[in-house]
């Protein structure tokens, strides 16, 4: 490359350092030459005295003369070789001291103006931002007003005529006796398991905590609503509450845990017990997350046992976010088997019946199955209980609210599903319902007057 092209690709000021990199290299190069030369100068001189030495039969005096001579004048041109070194690294030295000076400030004048175009660019940024806040309230208000006028209008706008038409899919909902029956049947279905399934992992852990105090030596009187210790608050230890309070969340979690296990070699059978697997899991995990976050927010049940491990405020927060966010991964994680347990029902499932099914299979059931649950537990007496036990209990049961809403968000964001092609008929489950009424009337009267253990 010529120098012309080098001095436009690197610029003049590396253009300059290049030049005296190359500078310097030569000059080294000149100083090994000069070394060579005196090397050869010294094998010749040597080479001479020995001839002479031969020829005239030098005495020693002089020979040695020659040879201090020699070694003089060798000494003193290695001396001059090092003052020369010596003033060329000195001379480099005070170039790279000037050299670095300059990109200095050259990279304060840079970082000024890089400063200064930032600045600039957030001021613009802001008024940006502050301009699309306007625009958005503003296209708010619109929608508002708008949506206000219309609905205004569709109000004044009700007559004979127009009101079939806004109840136009529950009229033919209703005309279509076919589609109005399957609804039924899948509700009534889904509702028999969620309420049997509740009641199962309910009772079970119950009678945990009752065999639990019966090893600490505890009288306890079980009832359909609560399980009333009767001892003294001094007989209460760090021990016990730990585990009495603990025993039935944690024997939810273990069946919740191999429900899931049941389910997933079961959910491709056509058979409806497979419902009583999917929601026991949602009410085994619900039980047991949804005491935590309870238990932190009312210090009640399950929340004892975190106080008696001595977790400050933040801790209680922490764990209650915890929660939370663990019953959303449930919900987002068990759409998909809801929406695979139509497989029982349906040949396959497409976006227009996925609507008609998650309403009759999950949401209905849900608020029809509460409603029951709640109803059922309410205590006649509240001699052995109080509100906050109830508060604690309802809120217990609705956290599966947090495990529902993702189901009802991300069921339509799935693709179709294809079963199998056999004929398949809607059929009501009426031994589970016979089943579910009898374990209710059982659990009501038979636990009303409560038994005693211990």
């Known amino acids: 490359m010529k120098d012309t092209t080098k001095r436009k690709l690197l610029g003049e000021s590396l253009y300059k350092m290049y030049r005296r990199a190359r500078f310097l290299s030569y000059k080294r190069r000149k100083l090994k030459r000069e070394k060579k030369e005196d090397r050869r100068l010294e094998k010749k ?5 020995k001839k002479e030495r031969k020829k005239k039969n030098l005495s020693i005096k002089e020979r040695i003369k020659k040879s201090h001579r020699v070694c ?10 090092k003052r020369e ?8 030295k005070l170039i790279n001291k000037g050299e670095r000076e300059k990109l200095k400030i050259e990279n304060k004048d840079w970082r000024i103006e890089y400063r200064q175009k930032s600045k600039e660019k957030n001021i613009q940024l802001k008024i940006e931002k502050k301009h699309r806040k306007k625009r958005r309230r503003r296209l708010i208000r619109f929608v508002i007003k708008r949506r206000i006028r219309r609905l205004k ?7 004979k005529n127009t009101f079939p038409k806004l109840f136009r899919r529950i009229i033919i909902f209703s005309e279509n006796k076919d589609e109005r029956n399957n609804f039924l049947i899948i509700t009534i279905n889904s509702t028999i398991f969620f309420v049997l399934s509740y009641l199962f992992l309910y009772i079970i852990s119950q009678l945990a905590t009752v065999i639990a105090a019966l090893q600490f030596d505890y009288k306890t009187i079980l009832f359909y609503h609560k399980i009333y210790f009767n001892i003294d608050k001094g007989d209460w230890f760090a021990d016990s509450v730990k585990i009495l309070f603990s025993t039935g969340p944690v024997i939810s979690l273990f069946f919740g845990i191999i429900f899931v296990i049941i389910y997933s070699k079961v959910r491709r059978e056509d058979g409806l017990l497979k419902l009583f697997f999917l929601w026991g899991f949602i009410h085994a995990f619900s ?25 400050r405020d933040t801790g209680k927060m922490v764990i209650s ?21 139509a497989n029982s029902y349906f040949n396959y499932q497409n976006k227009q019946n996925r609507k008609f099914f998650i309403l009759s299979q999950v949401f209905i059931p849900f608020l029809i199955g509460s409603f029951i649950l709640i109803f059922l537990k309410i205590p006649n007496d509240t001699y052995y209980g109080s509100i906050d036990n109830t508060y604690y209990e309802i809120f217990i049961f609705l956290s599966i609210i947090l495990v529902l809403i993702p189901v009802f968000s991300l069921y339509n964001t799935y693709p179709d599903f294809y079963f199998d092609e056999s004929p398949k008929k809607i059929n009501l489950v009426w031994k589970f319902l016979i089943v579910m009424v009898i374990i209710i009337i059982l ?9 005693h253990f211990g």
């Open 45 to 49: 001189i040597q080479i001479k005295l």
């Open 72 to 81: 003089r004048f060798l000494y003193r041109r290695r001396k001059k070789l």
């Open 85 to 92: 070194k010596k003033e060329k690294k000195r001379e480099e």
């Open 287 to 311: 039980m047991f997350f949804g005491a935590l976050l309870a238990g932190t927010l009312l210090n009640q049940g399950f929340g004892w046992v975190v106080s008696y491990l001595y977790y």
């Open 443 to 451: 659990f009501r009267f038979g636990l009303s007057s409560g038994i």
């Open 153 to 159: 209008i569709s109000i004044k706008s009700i007559d």
């Open 321 to 341: 976010i915890i929660s939370i966010f663990i019953l959303f991964a449930i919900g987002t994680l068990s759409t998909k088997s809801f929406l695979f347990s």
